[in-house]
């Protein structure tokens, strides 16, 4: 009885199999083909992203392009800061009784400078809307430009339109206080080694002329039967003047013989 059973189950299996593999034959082809498809619209198609043929430095290389736009447009202080610290400040219209800290996609923080007082955050976005790269997010660089502009430009446009909130809200409290830190620190230092690096402009622009002024007996002298020595060709110079004197001299007193020649024939 067992063994009748079992053998029909063999055969309805076998049977059931027989029936359902072409259908699971052309369900897988489909699927097959359905990726393929895929692949393809998302390479070539109108929304393609390039994700097969992504480019590791392309990122990299944008960057770079926005620090260098960053830096023609700031001046070399800000640069410098950037550089350095990684974030900008940018004083208000007031002057210096509060200023901003501009982070690469960050909202704008304000402060107080004479206080270090933390006052609100200023989210504010400034997308790129081609997406050139499948994504609106700026290189960092040019984000932070994008910000100091728009503070330079129109700073009561901005804080009207960006969204408000208080300290801490997206921004590390922490994070601001040690990085106004770093700030003080670095413009210590940095104000300390402007007059080293203006008085090694001095020197070397010293050493520039007295080299010049060195060459300069050379060059004269070229053309002279003086001797080689500086000195030498330092006195030649007012003799050749005193001989080009004599003959002025000369020939004006010629043309005084010849007028007075001229009367007596008269």
Same mark, same amino acid.
């Not at 620190?185 to 300390?192: G, I, K, P, T, V």
């Not at 002025?248 to 007028?259: E, M, P, S, V």
């Given at each position: 009885?067992?063994?009748?059973?079992?053998?029909?189950?063999?055969?309805?299996?076998?049977? @059931?199999?027989?029936?359902?593999?072409?259908?699971?034959?052309?369900?897988?082809?489909r699927?097959?083909?359905?990726?393929?498809?895929?692949?393809?619209?998302?390479?070539?198609?109108?929304? =393609?992203?390039?994700?097969?043929?992504?480019?590791?430095?392309?990122?990299?290389?944008?960057?770079?392009?926005?620090?260098?736009?960053l830096?023609s447009? @700031? #001046?070399?202080?800000?640069?410098?800061?950037?550089?350095?610290?990684?974030?900008?400040? @940018?004083?208000?219209?007031?002057?210096?009784?509060?200023?901003?800290?501009?982070?690469?996609?960050?909202?704008?923080?304000?402060?107080?400078?004479?206080?270090?007082a933390?006052?609100?955050?200023?989210?504010?976005?400034?997308?790129?809307?081609?997406?050139?790269?499948?994504?609106a997010?700026?290189?960092?660089?040019?984000?932070?430009?994008?910000?100091?502009? !728009?503070?330079?430009?129109?700073?009561?446009?901005?804080?009207?339109?960006? #969204?408000?909130?208080?300290?801490?809200?997206? @921004?590390?409290?922490?994070?601001?206080?040690?990085d106004?830190?770093?700030?003080v620190?670095?413009?210590?230092?940095?104000?300390?080694s402007?007059?080293?690096?203006?008085?090694?402009?001095?020197?070397?622009?010293?050493?520039?002329?007295?080299?010049?002024?060195?060459d300069?007996?050379?060059?004269?002298? =070229?053309?002279t039967?003086?001797?080689? #020595?500086?000195?030498?060709?330092?006195?030649?110079?007012?003799?050749?003047? #005193?001989?080009?004197?004599?003959?002025?001299?000369?020939? =004006? !007193?010629?043309?005084?013989?010849?007028?007075?020649?001229?009367?007596?024939?008269?």
């Open positions: 009885m067992l063994l009748g059973l079992a053998t029909a189950a063999l055969v309805l299996t076998a049977l @059931v199999w027989v029936l359902a593999w072409p259908s699971l034959r052309a369900g897988c082809t699927a097959r083909a359905r990726v393929r498809t895929w692949r393809a619209e998302l390479t070539h198609g109108p929304h =393609a992203t390039g994700e097969l043929d992504y480019d590791p430095g392309r990122e990299r290389r944008a960057e770079q392009r926005a620090r260098a736009l830096r447009c @700031v #001046n070399e202080h800000e640069w410098a800061m950037y550089r350095d610290l990684g974030f900008l400040r @940018v004083f208000g219209r007031s002057g210096a009784r509060y200023a901003y800290l501009i982070y690469p996609h960050k909202p704008i923080v304000a402060y107080v400078p004479r206080t270090g933390l006052l609100s955050e200023y989210c504010v976005a400034f997308p790129d809307h081609s997406r050139p790269y499948g994504s997010r700026l290189p960092d660089s040019d984000d932070v430009l994008a910000k100091w502009m !728009a503070l330079r430009a129109d700073e009561r446009g901005l804080i009207a339109d960006a #969204n408000m909130h208080l300290p801490g809200r997206q @921004v590390d409290p922490q994070r601001v206080r040690r106004l830190a770093r700030l620190a670095w413009e210590r230092e940095h104000d300390e402007m007059p080293r690096a203006t008085s090694a402009r001095t020197t070397r622009k010293d050493d520039i002329a007295h080299d010049r002024a060195e300069m007996p050379h060059a004269v002298g =070229a053309g039967r003086g001797g080689s #020595n500086v000195h030498g060709e330092r006195e030649e110079m007012p003799q050749a003047g #005193n001989a080009q004197h004599a003959r002025h001299a000369g020939r =004006a !007193a010629g043309q005084d013989r010849l007028a007075a020649d001229n009367v007596r024939a008269a």
